[in-house]
């Protein structure tokens, strides 16, 4: 008898990436694949102290079980952290803390999100999002993006037109765009929010990944300019792009109400999140190592930007449009066909493994009329030797 598993698993597919991840055991292979950072870029020092500061001073606590709104050191130097990038308004108890900001996704389609429910995400999105929106039953509408992030006039078209239950975006440096919201459009879905009554979640996890000037504010610490707006958004943020992945935190801000649901629907998924990791997060945070990590993990990624998107253009030429990414992990671009070249990224991804080097096609990060021509490149585990020849197997995959 076949197992009857759950209809909801109709709507959803294995992740493109993770299956991509298996062709890459070829030897040599030079991957721009993953979205995740460069593990040299780890502060081990900073880290092994503060788990023995942890060990030393609160071993009790850190080891046994907590609150499922998260450890109280961890919440008020999260909240400080969010008073450091704008948003003096938060308090230790408008945020909750997730297992890393995957979870609080996944916490949002639970409290949010009935079957059939509209939802806009940008197009392209975060895959994981798309997934785990869907797993729920959500019915999702794409809102194009360009370099500015995404189209407010076109956003508005689509709230009047499908009057969504919530309207999910990463305004800085997204995944797998790259894109930047500009602030005159940040302000404006604030206002869009308010207007409609439409709950916006903002992503965060790329906002300190900034390369040169500092992004605009993000909406939550932008929500005091926009009378109304803070009680219809939700803010999730990560340490797993700053500090390390592997400790698993991240968080959720949000309005009392939702936050009370989200925290009884944690309560049913993990009880809570590691405490050991909470109370490591917190010592080093507390230690004020984080500002130092940052700016050596900026320029180390910014060169790598800076070296991928110069090698593009020597390699592939008019082959290929990209806008220079100004934060984050990854140059988001476009196949354009010139010269008859190939077009399309899954038959460009299967040529690139072939001369040794791999990336994500980007059909799968729409959840609807996917540009089947685009193409995610990460550029931050790989050194610049390493770029320059990766860039130059996709020069040469380009005519194979």
């Not at 610490?221 to 500090?243: D, P, T």
């Amino acid at each position: 008898m076949p197992i009857p598993f759950a209809r909801r698993l109709d709507n959803v597919e294995t992740s493109a990436i993770r299956e991509l991840f298996k062709l890459l055991g070829k030897p040599g292979i030079i991957s721009f694949a993953g979205g995740f950072p460069d593990s040299a870029m780890f502060d081990v020092q900073g880290i092994r102290e503060a788990v023995n500061g942890v060990l030393a001073d609160e071993p009790g606590d850190a080891l046994q079980y907590g609150a499922t709104e998260g450890y109280s050191a961890l919440r008020e130097q999260l909240a400080h952290f969010m008073a450091s990038k704008g948003a003096s308004g938060v308090a230790p108890q408008d945020l909750i803390v997730t297992t890393g900001s995957q979870q609080a996704l996944d916490l949002i389609g639970k409290t949010l999100i009935d079957p059939g429910d509209r939802v806009i995400v940008e197009g392209p999105t975060f895959l994981a999002t798309i997934q785990c929106f869907r797993l729920y039953g959500a019915d999702l509408v794409s809102a194009p993006i360009d370099g500015n992030g995404v189209d407010v006039d076109r956003l508005e078209q689509l709230i009047v037109e499908h009057r969504p239950k919530l309207v999910y975006l990463i305004p800085t440096f997204g995944n797998p765009s790259g894109a930047m919201l500009s602030l005159e459009r940040r302000k404006r879905v604030l206002e869009l929010a308010v207007k409609y009554q439409t709950v916006v979640v903002e992503d965060d996890p790329y906002g300190e990944l900034y390369f040169g000037d500092a992004p605009p504010p993000s909406l939550l610490a932008l929500c005091a300019q926009v009378a109304g707006s803070r009680e219809l958004l939700v803010h999730c943020g990560s340490l797993s792009k700053v500090l390390s992945p592997g400790l698993r935190v991240g968080w959720m801000i949000a309005p009392p109400e939702l936050l009370a649901r989200v925290t009884m629907c944690k309560q049913f998924s993990d009880a809570h999140t590691s405490t050991f990791a909470q109370a490591t997060a917190a010592r080093y945070l507390q230690a004020g190592r984080m500002p130092a990590t940052l700016a050596r993990v900026r320029a180390v990624y910014a060169q790598r930007a800076g070296i991928m998107c110069e090698a593009l253009r020597a390699e592939l030429g008019e082959a290929v449009t990209f806008v220079e990414p100004r934060g984050g992990l990854f140059v988001w671009a476009r196949l354009t066909g010139a010269g008859g070249k190939v077009a399309d990224g899954k038959l460009f991804a299967r040529k690139a493994i072939e001369q040794g080097v791999a990336f994500v096609p980007g059909a799968p990060f729409y959840c609807s009329q996917p540009d089947t021509a685009t193409l995610r490149l990460s550029f931050a585990t790989a050194d610049p030797d390493k770029i320059r020849e990766g860039m130059a197997r996709l020069g040469r995959a380009l005519v194979a």
